[in-house]
Structure formats: C-alpha cells, structure tokens
C-alpha cells in the first residue's frame, strides 16, 4: 500500500502520525529467574521502565496509539500502564496463548489502519532515530523496513548491495552480500497481513521471506553508529544498565556528560556480596555500588541504602551524596570519598594524641548521627528490621556466633540452647538502658572515610532504630584498629560527656547498656568473621579472629568470675584449639 502524500509533505515539519505496536509478550527465559517477578519490559535502564523509554521514543516518532501486547506476568504491565500518565492513548492486548511476532500484528489486525505502521521489540535498548525510520519507509515506500546494524554477535540477515533483505539465515549460494543484525525496530505496511495466519502463532521473518518470494521489497535501514543493545540475557542488560546510569549520575553530579570515556577502577569491596567500582573521567569520579538486581521482597537492601543515606544527607550528616540510584538493577551512584580510612589512618599514624582527636570527631558525629538521625526516620525504610531488638540479639548476633564461629571456625559442637541463659542477659542488659537513636549497626573503621578533613559514615543501608550504645561500642571495640582498654574507656567517658550535652539519661546505666551492647557486637562480629572466612572464601577477613577474640575475652572477664561462666569456659576451649590461648 502507497501512502499518501499528506503523510509525506509532513516529513519536513512535525512527525508523521501513524500507530506502533510494542511486543512485549515474551516470557524471558534467558533472564530467569528474575522475569519469573518481572516482566522483561517493566526492567528498568537508568531509572525508567523499557517499556516508558520504548512509549517516550515512540511518542516523539510521531506515534498517536500504541498496543502493548502481552502474556507473561500480563496483570504487571498492564497495572504500569494505568498507573501512568502518558500523553498519548496506549492499550494492552493480552494474548493467552503466545501468538509470536506475526501472531502478535495479525492479532492486532483491526487496531491497524492504512498507513504503514512501527512495531518495536520491548527488550532492546536503542537511541535510533524513529522518526527517521518512519520517514526512511516513507521516502522508499517497501513492503517492510528493517532497521538492521552491525553487531557480529547477532549477524544473521544478508543485504544485497541496493540494501534490499534477501535472507535472514545464511548466505545465499554465489554472492557475497553484508550480514547484519535485526534490531526489533520495523515499519511495515499493512499488505504484511496478508501474509499471515489468523488466530495462531506466527513468525514475522516467514511473513517477510513470503513477501520477498512475491517480489516484494524488504528494504535495510542502516543507520550510522547506531546504539542499540539486547538486553536478553542478565550479561547484556546489566552491562547497559550499568553503562547508562553512569552517565545519567554524571550528569546529575556534574551537571554535563564525561569530558571523555568513563574509566572502571574494581575496589577492595565489603564483607557483603555488592561490588564497588571508582567511576573517573579525567579529574572527576563517583563510586557505584552494585548490589545486583533487586531480589523480589518488600524492602531490598539497595532500597535501604538509598533511602536512609538521602535521609541523612538531608540532614546534614556526615554521610555521601548520592547522586542517582537505579534499585531494580541495583545500581547506586555517590560522592567520591577517597580512599582514607580511619582503619588506614590510624595504621599510619604513630602520634596516639592525634588519633584521640580524631575519635572525638568521630564521636561528635556519631552522637549527631543517632540523635539528628532518628528525626523522621522511617522504620520502614529498613531493610532488616524496624529496630534493634531482642530476637536479633539472640538469632543474629548470639546465634550468628555460635553457628559461624564457634562450630565452622573453631570445629566446636556447640548449641544456642547451651548459652540460653547467658545471651538472655546479654539481650536484656543491651537493651534496659537503651538510649535510642538512629543506629548504624556497622560503625567500624572501615566504614569511615576521611575527606577534605572531615570524617564520613559509608554503609548505612543497615540502619535502624536502636541503641546508641551500639554504635558506640563498636567503633571502640573494633578489631580492624585495637584500641588499647584505657583508649576505650576514655572515648567512652568522653561519648557520656557529649551525649549529656544533648539529652538527659543515667550515665551509670549507659555504661551497663554499652558494655552489654559491646558484648553482642564482639559475638557478632566472630560470627562474620567465621562466615566471611569460610562460607564467602574470604580469607582475610580471619586475620582479625586473634583480636576479636582477645576483645570478648577482656570484656567477659569485666563482668566478674559469677557472670557467663559457660561462654568464657568456651571460648577458653576455642582459644585452645586455635592456638591463642594466654596469648594477646
């Protein structure tokens, strides 16, 4: 079908209308398991849905309605697309049984008038002009338009030297035409109907090899140095996800894209699973953390993570901007710290009163954390639990121990049941004299950073309400720096002193809360430890085992000879058997 020359003589003002078809219906098994919660089309790039990107470029192509089809996970896209407030009319057509490409035009087949009309895969992303692809098959007038760029990974359709379609499979036999890749993104005029089946599945690509066959013309559209990337498989879309955050966060950083191509520096990561890369292009940088595509629950970790570090920038407390964060894909982009921490800076430094100062800074920030913190914190915001309690005392810390050190670590048989007693007393004593605040949970030296001289919380997206003992003891205890029994307990006269500033409480029973708080931290950081170092194959992580150790050993003796006899008797055992025993 010729269309006619109203449609033409638009090419040179506004887009051309005309309708689209978005296929979106596929059931994404190569990106499974995660399809099996999402659908394909609702993953999303930079922050927005394909299947928005997809709706947007359309749009801007001159689209004025667009069909979605669907099958998979059906009732998710269409809840997006009501919930949406697009500018143009978009309906969902769901298909029962998958029809495929060509089943999918057919089906729409009385949605179609006679203009030449746009159908778009869902699992691409592409930057291709659409609306010079629509007036490419305008100017040309084929059967079908194929936007085709060459990617040796896919290359499988063959163009003869006119920029015809001759085949889709392989070389035909005596000539030697160019391979290219089919992008998803086609014009087709309304004869392709003809050519297929009513009511049942069909390919697109026997359509166009029947119109060939008839000598029909199905014509390449190549354009130059196009961006066009399948996103099928979790590689592929990870890798543009990652790619076009970076550049959406640098121009929220920077307010401008990179002066030149963006470089990928690996860091030192965590104890957790996420991967940290230092961002850089030329004197600038950012630091992405990858926590990996969001697991299918209420609140995710990489949502904790963005929402508690805004809520505490806003703030005004030491913690990094964050610039832009993708939570489906896991991506989250933030201020650039540098590469000091507090673990490094003391390891360096030889001058004790200079490290002392630098603990009280850290104090007044942390006392600023927990009680500027909790102002309009959100408990649901966790990602954990709501607050510091007395079940994750027991599972997470007292059993944490037992299981992953106690028995993996030091080859003990040993039983939660055992300590029953003496952990209840651990939980309460924490507990009783709690002075509540926003709590960090992690405040180790590893997750302080120095820059431009002022000392900065990293890793929050553990926080929640609790404690302010906590924090307190496990900056003081931490086996990364050792501090030395008299610089805790100066530190800790010193947080008094700073927190009474601010708010009334028993000082005595702040000390019994910390030394209670101290003694859950030390069992849970044993139980990481163990965990790390054994279960994660993280091997360094055991070379702070002797000073962990020593720690609980010191802070259970501090308690008297009638307080926890059954956990010092073992870790005496434990001791022994790892060959630190009267050792320190």
Not at 438 to 452: T, V, Y
């Amino acid at each position: 079908m010729v269309p006619d020359e109203a449609y033409t003589s638009r090419l040179r003002g506004q887009p051309t209308p005309m309708k689209a078809l978005i296929l979106a219906a596929g059931l994404g098994t190569r990106l499974r398991p995660h399809t099996d919660i999402t659908p394909k089309p609702l993953f999303t790039v930079a922050g927005r849905t394909l299947l928005a990107i997809h709706i947007h470029n359309l749009r801007a192509a001159g689209s004025e309605a667009i069909l979605v089809n669907t099958h998979h996970r059906h009732a998710d896209i269409e809840r997006f697309v009501a919930a949406q407030r697009f500018d143009v009319p978009v309906i969902t057509r769901f298909e029962p049984a998958l029809l495929g490409t060509g089943g999918a035009i057919k089906n729409a087949a009385n949605f179609w008038d006679r203009r030449p009309f746009m159908v778009v895969n869902a699992d691409i992303f592409s930057t291709i002009d659409l609306r010079q692809v629509y007036a490419f098959h305008l100017r040309h007038r084929p059967a079908a338009t194929l936007v085709l760029c060459d990617d040796p990974e896919f290359n499988t359709v063959s163009v003869d030297a006119a920029g015809r379609v001759i085949d889709f499979t392989a070389r035909p036999a005596g000539s030697a035409p160019r391979l290219l890749t089919f992008t998803g993104i086609q014009v087709l005029d309304p004869v392709i109907l003809d050519y297929l089946p009513d009511g049942r599945f069909a390919h697109s690509i026997d359509a166009f090899q029947a119109m060939i066959a008839d000598g029909r013309t199905v014509l390449a559209c190549i354009p130059e140095n196009p961006v066009w990337k399948d996103l099928g498989t979790p590689e592929r879309y990870r890798a543009t996800a990652r790619e076009l955050s970076a550049a959406a966060a640098w121009r929220v950083a920077f307010g401008e894209d990179p002066a030149a191509a963006l470089t990928w520096e690996r860091l030192e990561g965590d104890g957790s699973d996420r991967c940290w890369f230092r961002v850089s292009a030329g004197s600038r940088s950012l630091v992405m953390a990858d926590h990996g595509l969001r697991p299918p629950v209420p609140v995710a970790e990489v949502d904790s993570f963005v929402t508690i570090g805004r809520h505490l920038r806003n703030k005004g407390l030491a913690v990094p901007e964050i610039f832009f964060g993708d939570t489906f894909a896991g991506l989250v982009f933030l201020e650039d710290l540098g590469s000091t921490s507090l673990q490094a800076a003391v390891q360096r430094e030889k001058d004790r009163g200079r490290v002392m100062d630098w603990y009280h800074a850290i104090i007044d920030s942390l006392i600023a954390l927990a009680t500027q913190g909790v102002d309009g914190f959100d408990p649901a915001w966790a990602f954990q639990t709501p607050r510091y309690s007395r079940e994750l005392i027991l599972e997470r810390e007292c059993r944490y121990f037992v299981d992953a050190f106690l028995n993996r670590v030091a080859g003990m048989h040993a039983g939660v049941e055992d300590f029953e007693d003496e952990f209840a007393v651990i939980a309460d004593g924490a507990l009783t004299h709690a002075v509540e605040g926003f709590m960090h949970r992690d405040m180790q030296s590893r997750n302080i950073m120095l820059k431009d001289g002022r000392w900065h919380f990293i890793d929050f997206q553990g926080g929640r309400l609790g404690p302010v003992q906590y924090d307190l003891a496990s900056l003081l205890i931490d086996p990364y720096v050792s501090l030395t029994p008299a610089e805790q307990a100066s530190l800790l006269g010193y947080g008094i002193r700073r927190l009474a500033e601010m708010r009334s409480f028993d000082a005595a029973g702040f000390r019994q809360g910390f030394e209670h708080c101290a003694l859950a931290r030390n069992l849970q950081i044993l139980g990481a430890f163990g965990f790390l170092s054994t279960v994660k194959a993280k091997p360094y992580f055991a070379d702070y085992i002797p000073a962990a150790l020593w720690s609980l050993n010191e802070r259970l003796a501090a308690f008297g000879d009638r307080c926890f006899p059954k956990l010092k008797q073992t870790l005496q055992q434990a001791m022994e058997k790892l060959g630190l025993a009267g050792k320190r």
